[in-house]
């Protein structure tokens, strides 16, 4: 029997009521569950002229100060954070048939803490990153491939490349988080945490 077919319920007394270590939890719980990729959030944005755009990024971690994701600041999603710095997140874990929405204004994140995360990033991951000119057209894919290997060639693995200025960090620090449990017919359950004169409230 899989999760779908039981009638989870989701009601005030099951839930922290700090928002951030609730979805700590449901995060822990959707790792165990054996989601493939729990970390994996929608981004919606809006640029200068209003319209939305969403993309898949990764969750660094969700703590206090509130959710950090790290990108290419050049990026179209960072064009739009400088336009316009709120955004939404969405996390969906189908296994356990949860959602959580999340809102709020976006910071980037000090230089220390995007050049932390880097040092810890996989070799090639920074190879690539490095190499990305994110969100623009390319001549052609060997362009990007040919940048690639320069980069391969002038860092041996595990001695760089160095952080580059236009990749680091953002932090959404959350107005309103949502939390959404599926249940049979869809008669599903919400709980909706809205943050009123710096508390939370359910």
């Known amino acids: 029997m899989s999760v779908l077919d039981t009638d989870q319920q989701l009601n005030e007394s099951d839930v922290d009521q700090d928002p951030i270590a609730e ?23 809006t640029g200068a002229d209003g319209a939305p755009s969403v993309r898949m990024v990764l ?19 960072g064009a739009e954070l400088d336009a316009n710095p709120r955004a939404a997140l969405a996390f969906y874990w189908p296994l356990l048939h949860r959602q959580v929405r999340v809102t709020g204004p976006v910071t980037r994140t000090t230089h220390e803490e995007s050049e932390e995360y880097w040092a810890n990033r996989p070799w090639g991951s920074r190879i690539a990153a490095t190499a990305s000119a994110q969100s623009t057209v390319l001549p052609s894919r060997e362009d990007l491939e040919r940048a690639v290997h ?20 953002y932090r959404l620090r959350p107005d309103a988080i949502e939390f959404w449990q599926g249940r049979i017919n869809r008669m599903h359950d919400r709980l909706r945490f809205v943050r009123v004169k710096g508390a939370w409230k359910l």
Do not use: C, V
């Open 59 to 77: 969750l660094y971690r969700a703590e206090a100060g509130g959710f950090t994701f790290f990108t290419n600041y050049d990026s179209a999603k």
């Open 150 to 169: 320069e980069l391969e060639a002038r860092y041996p693995e595990d001695d760089g490349p160095p952080l580059p200025g236009f990749w680091g960090g």
């Open 23 to 45: 979805f700590n939890r449901w995060f822990t719980l959707a790792r165990e569950a054996g989601e493939p990729q729990p970390n994996a959030m929608a981004l919606a944005t």
